[in-house]
C-alpha cells in the first residue's frame, strides 16, 4: 500500500531560516545571492515533500499548503517577502517568485496525473476479472430433430418454387371433413377417430355451439389455401396433428405431418410423380427407387401411397445375410399418402374443376424421421430426454 504523506507531514515551510512567516529582514537577508539561495531551500523542501508517496487526498493538502489562496506558502512569500521587501531586493524576490510559482504549478500537475493514473491502476487491480475461474456453462440447446426434418424437407420444396403457409391446430368438422369430401357418415372418419372440444353452451343457450375439434391431419390447409387464393397454389403446410391413438412404438395422441398441394390449369400425373420422386431423392439419397399403389383417400382421384425401395438394405430385403430387420425383408418401405386432388374438393372452393388440376400429399414426418436416422420408437420425440437430443445436435 502506499505510505501518503499525513496531513502533519505536509506542514510545508518549518524550518526557521526560510519561514515566509517572518520578512526578510527577520531572516537577516540583504543580498541578492542571498535571495537566490532562501527561494533554493524553499524549493528543495517542496522537492522532498513532493516527490514522496502521494495519494489523491494528500496531493491535494500538498497543493494547499503550497498554493492555497489564504495561506499557501506562496501568498506567505508574497505577503512577507515581496510586499516589504526592500527597493534592492524586490527585483531579485520578484523573479525568484514567478519561478517558484511556475515549479509548483508544473510539478504538481505532474504528480496529480501520476497519482491519478496509480488509483485506476489500483482500482483495475482491485476490479480485476480472473479470467481463469472456470465460467458458469450454461448448456445450449439445439433443434428438436422434428424440426430439423420439418426444415430439411421445407429446404426441399423450397427450391422448386413451393411456399410455406401454417393452419389451427383447432378445427371444424367443416374443414377437417366435409370440404374435403368425408361426409358425416363416411366411414374413414373412424380412422380418423379423434378429439373434440368440450365448448361451454352458447350464451342464449338455444343453438348449440359450433364443433370444434382438433385437427387430424394437415389437409384441412389444403381447403384454406385454396379459399384464399387462386390457382396457380404451390404450397406446404408443417404442422402437428392429433388422433385419438394409443401410444405405442408407431403411435402417438400427437404427431406432425407435412401436407402438400399443387393445383394449376395444366398440372399432370407425371407432374406428380415426378415432384415426389425429386423429394423422395433428394431426402433419402439419389439411389432409391420409388413406386406407388393404388390406395383410396376421400379427397384425391386417383389416390396413391408410395413407396421407397428400402434406404436400409438398398431394396433387397436383406442385409449382413440375414433378412432386414427395417423392411422385414419386403425391400419397399411404405411412405405417405397422396394423389391427384378429386374434382370434388374443387366445388367447396369456388375452383373450376373442368380447368384446373392438381396433386396433393400428406407425409408423416415421424415416421419419415425414424426412418432416415434409424429410430424405433416414436416416444422418444415426445419424451425429451436430453440423451436423445443430444444425438442430434
Ligand atoms: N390426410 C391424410 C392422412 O392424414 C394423408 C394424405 C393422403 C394427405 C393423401 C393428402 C393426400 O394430401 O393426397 O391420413
Redesign the pocket.
Known amino acids: 500500500m502506499l505510505s501518503p504523506i499525513s496531513a502533519k507531514s505536509t506542514d510545508a515551510m518549518s524550518s526557521s531560516d526560510n519561514n515566509p512567516e517572518r520578512t526578510l529582514a527577520d531572516l537577516g537577508v540583504t543580498r541578492p545571492d542571498q535571495v537566490l539561495s532562501l527561494f533554493a531551500e524553499v524549493r528543495e523542501r517542496f522537492d522532498r515533500q513532493v516527490s514522496r508517496p502521494l495519494d489523491h487526498p494528500s496531493w491535494e493538502i500538498l497543493r494547499q499548503s503550497w498554493l492555497g489562496r489564504k495561506s499557501g506558502v506562496l501568498t506567505l512569500i508574497t505577503e512577507h517577502w515581496l510586499k516589504p521587501a526592500a527597493p534592492d531586493l524586490k527585483r531579485s524576490v520578484g523573479q525568484e517568485l514567478n519561478k517558484l510559482k511556475t515549479h509548483l504549478e508544473t510539478t504538481l500537475e505532474e504528480r496529480r496525473v501520476d497519482v491519478e493514473s496509480l488509483a485506476d491502476h489500483v482500482a483495475s487491480i482491485r476490479d480485476r476479472v480472473d479470467l481463469s475461474l472456470p465460467g458458469v456453462n450454461r448448456p445450449v440447446g439445439s433443434r428438436h430433430l422434428i424440426r430439423q426434418v420439418f426444415q430439411e424437407i421445407e429446404d426441399i420444396f423450397f427450391s422448386i418454387g413451393f411456399s410455406v403457409v401454417e393452419g389451427p391446430e383447432i378445427e371444424t368438422p367443416y374443414y377437417n371433413f366435409e370440404a374435403l369430401n368425408i361426409p358425416e357418415f363416411h366411414p374413414v372418419r373412424d380412422?380418423?377417430d379423434t378429439f373434440y372440444l368440450e365448448l361451454p353452451p352458447s350464451p342464449d343457450k338455444k343453438t348449440a355451439p359450433t364443433q370444434l375439434l382438433l385437427r387430424?391431419?394437415?389437409?384441412p390447409m389444403?381447403i384454406r389455401t385454396m379459399e384464399k387464393q387462386k390457382p396457380p397454389v404451390r404450397v406446404i403446410v408443417p404442422g402437428k396433428?392429433y388422433r385419438r391413438d394409443n401410444p405405442d412404438a408407431t403411435h402417438s395422441f400427437a404427431f406432425h405431418?407435412i401436407?402438400?398441394?399443387a393445383v394449376d390449369t395444366d398440372i399432370t400425373f407425371c407432374d406428380f410423380t415426378g415432384t415426389i420422386e425429386y423429394f423422395v431423392k433428394q431426402f433419402f439419397g439419389p439411389s432409391v427407387k420409388t413406386r406407388f399403389r393404388p390406395s383410396y383417400?376421400p379427397?384425391?382421384e386417383p389416390?396413391v401411397e408410395f413407396d421407397v425401395s428400402c434406404p436400409f438394405c438398398g431394396g433387397t430385403g436383406a442385409s449382413n445375410g440375414s433378412t432386414c430387420s427395417k423392411c422385414k425383408g419386403a425391400a419397399w418401405i411404405e411412405l405417405?399418402?397422396?394423389?391427384m386432388?378429386d374434382p370434388a374438393v374443387y366445388g367447396f372452393v369456388n375452383y373450376d374443376a373442368k380447368k384446373v388440376s392438381g396433386?396433393?400429399?400428406?407425409i408423416?414426418i415421424d415416421r419419415l424421421a425414424m426412418l432416415k436416422y434409424g429410430i424405433d420408437d416414436i416416444q422418444v420425440f415426445f419424451q425429451n430426454d436430453v440423451r436423445f437430443l443430444k444425438q442430434f445436435p
Open positions: 380412422d380418423m387430424t391431419h394437415t389437409s389444403q396433428v405431418q401436407e402438400g398441394l383417400f379427397f384425391t389416390s405417405f399418402g397422396a394423389g386432388v396433386f396433393a400429399f400428406g408423416g
